[in-house]
Protein backbone atom coordinates (compact mmCIF):
# COMPACT_ATOMS: atom_id res chain seq x y z
CA UNK A 1 0.00 0.00 0.00
CA UNK A 2 0.99 3.51 -1.14
CA UNK A 3 2.17 5.73 1.88
CA UNK A 4 -0.07 8.31 2.53
CA UNK A 5 0.20 11.96 1.97
CA UNK A 6 2.41 13.58 4.89
CA UNK A 7 1.45 16.47 6.88
CA UNK A 8 5.08 18.46 4.92
CA UNK A 9 3.48 17.93 1.74
CA UNK A 10 -0.15 18.71 2.36
CA UNK A 11 0.57 22.54 2.53
CA UNK A 12 3.12 22.90 -0.84
CA UNK A 13 0.52 20.70 -2.85
CA UNK A 14 -2.30 23.49 -1.74
CA UNK A 15 -0.19 26.12 -2.28
CA UNK A 16 1.08 24.50 -5.90
CA UNK A 17 -2.63 24.50 -6.76
CA UNK A 18 -2.69 28.24 -5.62
CA UNK A 19 0.26 29.48 -7.63
CA UNK A 20 -1.02 27.86 -11.02
CA UNK A 21 -4.56 28.96 -10.45
CA UNK A 22 -4.49 30.26 -14.19
CA UNK A 23 -4.45 26.95 -15.57
CA UNK A 24 -8.13 26.49 -14.56
CA UNK A 25 -9.11 29.09 -17.14
CA UNK A 26 -9.44 26.40 -19.65
CA UNK A 27 -12.66 25.36 -18.04
CA UNK A 28 -16.00 26.32 -18.69
CA UNK A 29 -18.36 28.95 -16.92
CA UNK A 30 -20.68 25.56 -16.38
CA UNK A 31 -17.81 23.61 -15.02
CA UNK A 32 -16.30 26.39 -12.86
CA UNK A 33 -20.02 27.12 -11.30
CA UNK A 34 -19.74 22.76 -10.32
CA UNK A 35 -16.52 23.11 -8.70
CA UNK A 36 -17.91 26.15 -6.89
CA UNK A 37 -21.06 24.64 -5.78
CA UNK A 38 -20.04 20.89 -5.35
CA UNK A 39 -16.57 21.45 -4.28
CA UNK A 40 -16.32 18.13 -1.67
CA UNK A 41 -17.29 15.94 -5.07
CA UNK A 42 -14.89 17.47 -7.82
CA UNK A 43 -11.50 17.58 -5.00
CA UNK A 44 -12.79 13.45 -4.79
CA UNK A 45 -12.97 13.63 -8.62
CA UNK A 46 -9.57 15.40 -8.09
CA UNK A 47 -7.81 13.03 -6.03
CA UNK A 48 -9.31 9.94 -8.27
CA UNK A 49 -7.78 11.08 -11.23
CA UNK A 50 -4.79 11.39 -9.48
CA UNK A 51 -4.39 8.08 -8.76
CA UNK A 52 -5.87 6.77 -12.03
CA UNK A 53 -2.95 8.65 -13.94
CA UNK A 54 -0.67 5.63 -14.51
CA UNK A 55 -3.56 3.40 -15.79
CA UNK A 56 -4.56 6.60 -17.67
CA UNK A 57 -0.97 6.12 -19.18
CA UNK A 58 -1.09 3.39 -20.38
CA UNK A 59 -4.30 4.04 -22.43
CA UNK A 60 -3.30 7.10 -23.80
CA UNK A 61 -4.27 8.10 -27.07
CA UNK A 62 -1.60 9.11 -29.65
CA UNK A 63 -2.76 11.28 -32.10
CA UNK A 64 0.27 12.89 -33.40
CA UNK A 65 3.78 11.43 -34.68
CA UNK A 66 7.14 13.47 -34.87
CA UNK A 67 7.74 14.25 -38.33
CA UNK A 68 11.36 16.85 -37.83
CA UNK A 69 12.70 14.22 -35.99
CA UNK A 70 16.34 15.01 -34.69
CA UNK A 71 15.95 18.08 -37.39
CA UNK A 72 16.84 21.03 -35.67
CA UNK A 73 14.24 24.10 -36.58
CA UNK A 74 15.28 27.06 -34.86
CA UNK A 75 13.39 30.67 -34.51
CA UNK A 76 15.42 33.82 -34.41
CA UNK A 77 14.95 35.74 -30.69
CA UNK A 78 12.23 38.07 -31.49
CA UNK A 79 10.52 41.69 -30.25
CA UNK A 80 7.35 40.15 -31.07
CA UNK A 81 5.61 43.13 -32.78
CA UNK A 82 5.02 41.46 -36.63
CA UNK A 83 1.54 40.27 -36.67
CA UNK A 84 -0.17 38.18 -38.65
CA UNK A 85 -3.17 40.24 -40.16
CA UNK A 86 -0.34 42.76 -41.24
CA UNK A 87 2.17 40.28 -42.84
CA UNK A 88 1.22 40.60 -46.77
CA UNK A 89 4.06 39.44 -47.82
CA UNK A 90 4.09 36.29 -46.38
CA UNK A 91 0.90 35.63 -46.58
CA UNK A 92 -0.58 37.84 -49.92
CA UNK A 93 -2.70 35.72 -50.91
CA UNK A 94 -5.26 35.80 -48.41
CA UNK A 95 -5.34 36.71 -44.59
CA UNK A 96 -8.59 35.48 -42.48
CA UNK A 97 -10.85 38.57 -41.80
CA UNK A 98 -11.34 36.81 -37.65
CA UNK A 99 -8.10 38.28 -37.01
CA UNK A 100 -9.61 41.37 -36.70
CA UNK A 101 -12.95 40.86 -35.59
CA UNK A 102 -11.57 38.91 -32.51
CA UNK A 103 -8.55 41.49 -31.91
CA UNK A 104 -6.14 39.36 -33.06
CA UNK A 105 -4.05 42.39 -34.27
CA UNK A 106 -1.68 43.45 -31.07
CA UNK A 107 2.22 43.04 -31.13
CA UNK A 108 3.14 39.86 -28.98
CA UNK A 109 6.06 39.35 -25.83
CA UNK A 110 9.31 39.13 -27.18
CA UNK A 111 10.77 35.98 -27.29
CA UNK A 112 14.20 34.45 -27.28
CA UNK A 113 15.91 32.30 -30.13
CA UNK A 114 13.48 28.67 -29.97
CA UNK A 115 13.43 25.24 -31.51
CA UNK A 116 10.32 23.80 -32.40
CA UNK A 117 9.14 20.42 -33.44
CA UNK A 118 6.91 19.47 -36.26
CA UNK A 119 4.18 16.63 -35.75
CA UNK A 120 1.68 14.83 -38.36
CA UNK A 121 -1.68 13.93 -36.92
CA UNK A 122 -1.87 10.02 -36.93
CA UNK A 123 -5.38 9.55 -35.74
CA UNK A 124 -8.63 11.90 -35.84
CA UNK A 125 -9.20 14.61 -33.60
CA UNK A 126 -10.05 18.20 -32.86
CA UNK A 127 -7.86 20.97 -31.59
CA UNK A 128 -7.86 20.15 -27.44
CA UNK A 129 -7.33 16.46 -28.47
CA UNK A 130 -4.14 17.40 -30.81
CA UNK A 131 -2.83 19.77 -28.84
CA UNK A 132 -3.45 18.30 -24.79
CA UNK A 133 -1.82 15.28 -26.51
CA UNK A 134 1.74 17.12 -26.65
CA UNK A 135 1.43 18.99 -23.45
CA UNK A 136 -1.50 19.49 -20.45
CA UNK A 137 0.12 22.81 -20.34
CA UNK A 138 -1.20 24.64 -23.30
CA UNK A 139 1.16 27.54 -22.29
CA UNK A 140 4.07 25.35 -23.01
CA UNK A 141 2.43 25.12 -26.90
CA UNK A 142 2.18 28.85 -27.83
CA UNK A 143 3.71 30.30 -30.41
CA UNK A 144 3.84 34.00 -30.96
CA UNK A 145 1.93 35.59 -34.38
CA UNK A 146 5.77 36.73 -35.17
CA UNK A 147 7.32 33.58 -34.72
CA UNK A 148 4.73 31.88 -36.78
CA UNK A 149 4.73 34.21 -39.82
CA UNK A 150 8.85 33.55 -39.26
CA UNK A 151 8.08 29.91 -39.37
CA UNK A 152 6.55 30.00 -42.62
CA UNK A 153 9.41 32.55 -44.28
CA UNK A 154 12.45 30.86 -42.99
CA UNK A 155 11.18 26.61 -43.13
CA UNK A 156 8.52 26.85 -45.73
CA UNK A 157 9.37 22.81 -47.11
CA UNK A 158 8.01 21.91 -43.50
CA UNK A 159 4.20 23.38 -43.98
CA UNK A 160 1.62 20.83 -45.19
CA UNK A 161 1.02 21.04 -48.94
CA UNK A 162 -1.39 20.55 -51.29
CA UNK A 163 -3.79 22.86 -49.14
CA UNK A 164 -3.86 20.83 -45.91
CA UNK A 165 -3.42 22.79 -42.68
CA UNK A 166 -0.49 23.36 -40.66
CA UNK A 167 -1.50 24.11 -36.99
CA UNK A 168 0.24 26.54 -34.68
CA UNK A 169 -1.10 27.45 -31.19
CA UNK A 170 -1.23 31.31 -30.07
CA UNK A 171 -2.60 33.13 -26.82
CA UNK A 172 -4.15 36.65 -27.30
CA UNK A 173 -6.40 38.37 -24.26
CA UNK A 174 -5.92 35.25 -21.94
CA UNK A 175 -7.85 33.07 -24.82
CA UNK A 176 -6.38 30.48 -27.14
CA UNK A 177 -6.79 30.00 -31.10
CA UNK A 178 -5.02 27.51 -33.21
CA UNK A 179 -4.18 29.81 -36.28
CA UNK A 180 -3.68 27.49 -39.79
CA UNK A 181 -1.65 28.03 -42.54
CA UNK A 182 -2.40 26.20 -46.17
CA UNK A 183 -0.37 26.13 -49.26
CA UNK A 184 -2.15 26.53 -52.27
CA UNK A 185 -0.67 27.25 -55.35
CA UNK A 186 -0.88 30.61 -55.74
CA UNK A 187 1.23 30.68 -51.77
CA UNK A 188 0.07 30.39 -47.82
CA UNK A 189 -3.47 31.39 -47.12
CA UNK A 190 -3.53 31.79 -43.15
CA UNK A 191 -7.08 31.33 -41.20
CA UNK A 192 -7.86 31.17 -37.51
CA UNK A 193 -10.23 28.99 -34.98
CA UNK A 194 -11.01 29.33 -31.44
CA UNK A 195 -9.48 26.64 -29.36
CA UNK A 196 -12.74 25.42 -28.67
CA UNK A 197 -13.91 24.51 -32.55
CA UNK A 198 -14.87 21.37 -31.94
CA UNK A 199 -14.41 19.74 -36.16
CA UNK A 200 -12.85 16.65 -36.39
CA UNK A 201 -10.29 16.56 -38.70
CA UNK A 202 -9.17 13.22 -40.28
CA UNK A 203 -6.06 12.00 -39.50
CA UNK A 204 -5.96 10.87 -43.67
CA UNK A 205 -4.62 14.24 -44.45
CA UNK A 206 -1.86 14.02 -42.87
CA UNK A 207 -2.51 17.64 -41.73
CA UNK A 208 0.81 19.19 -38.74
CA UNK A 209 1.26 20.93 -35.72
CA UNK A 210 4.40 22.98 -35.05
CA UNK A 211 5.05 23.73 -31.34
CA UNK A 212 8.06 24.64 -29.61
CA UNK A 213 10.21 22.17 -28.14
CA UNK A 214 9.41 21.01 -24.94
CA UNK A 215 13.05 20.87 -23.78
CA UNK A 216 15.96 23.71 -23.43
CA UNK A 217 17.34 24.98 -27.03
CA UNK A 218 20.48 23.79 -27.23
CA UNK A 219 23.56 26.64 -27.85
Same mark, same amino acid.
Given at each position: ?????????????????????????????????????????? /??? #?? $? @?????? !?? +????? =? %? *???????????????????????????????????????????????????????????????????????????????????? /??? #?? $? @?????? !?? +????? =? %? *???????????????????????????????????????????????????
Amino acid at each position: MANLLTKQQLPVLVARLVEFQEKFNILSSEDGQFVIQNTTEA /IEL #FI $E @AIKNRK !RA +EAKKV =F %F *LKLFSGSEELKLKASDGKAIIYNANKTFKSYIDSDFIKWELNSPGKATEATSVDVYEMIKDGNFSQLFLSLNADLDKLVMTQAQ /IIE #FC $E @AHPDWL !RQ +EGYAT =F %F *LIKENEEYFVVHVRVYPDGPHVYVRRFEYDRVWRAGYVRRLVVPQLKPLAT
